[in-house]
């Protein structure tokens, strides 16, 4: 299970902002000195996504299932439970890795919405169906904002403060927000409303998984023909082969890894099933054949 996120603390003037203060009051002052942040789900990008938003001047905590040692110079930051993080942040972005993960980080034990006091803003990063986005916003409570905020980028994007975030939700309450987002992207899209961020992730990764799998077979192929693979990625580059996992294979960390459960590619697994997820109202669209098709490629990918 991955690590989970940290929540925001805002001060009006000797006030401390809680669960009892009207958050759109506050809101001012909060800008000025800049809120408290909370990310859950510290792992290979939501550590440096947390410590992004630390250099720009937030106050962060994170909470993860792993012991507060395993974070260096960002222990001091990391909570014991996301109960106690709930306690602390009315906001809280959550980068855990999936459903199982997020129902077990919000509803589990001593989870986010388990005691008494529980975030305003809950800004979900991971990648789901759109569907588990509605199924969460029916088990949180009313008085909590859900915001969609699927992330796009590899660990280097994370920690260069350089990922696409695809926003769905409120459009006053991601105005709030823009500055978080802003220290930790340099593409913000607000897409519309709750679900349309996660409805654009998961249909962006099918392309994604899928040039996965072209750019790492057709490299074998290149290798077969005796052509240099880094003059053949020069070139598409700049022609109609570019892709992203193309064109930044040298700086993925996860560019040679063979299927996992518990790696990226396994991961791609995950986002590509969620597609399907999406697509079970259009079983006579070819998209859900060949997303099978796609998962059972990935699941051929051998380490390189």
Known sequence: MGVYSQAYILECGDVPFGWGYNFENCWGHAMATLPTIGVAGCGIMGLPMAKNLHKSGYDVFGYDVRPKSAFGDFSDHMLEDASTLAATCPIIFSVVRDWTQTKELCFGNKGLFTGAAYPEIFVVSSTLSPKMVFRLRKSLPQETTLIDAPMSGAPFSAIDGTLTFMLGGDKDVIARLM??????????????????????KVLNNMLAASSVVAVREILKAADALD?????????????????????NLDKISWAKEGYSLVNTIGILEKDVTALIDTMADFPELRINEFARSVIAE?????EE
């Open 298 to 302: 990935l699941r051929n990918l051998p």
């Open 227 to 247: 052509f240099p693979r880094n003059r053949l990625l020069e070139v598409a580059s700049s022609s109609s082969g570019a892709t992203w996992f193309g064109d």
């Open 179 to 200: 500055p978080a987002f802003k220290a930790m992207g340099s593409e913000i899209n607000h897409l519309g409303t709750l679900g349309q961020g996660m409805m654009c």
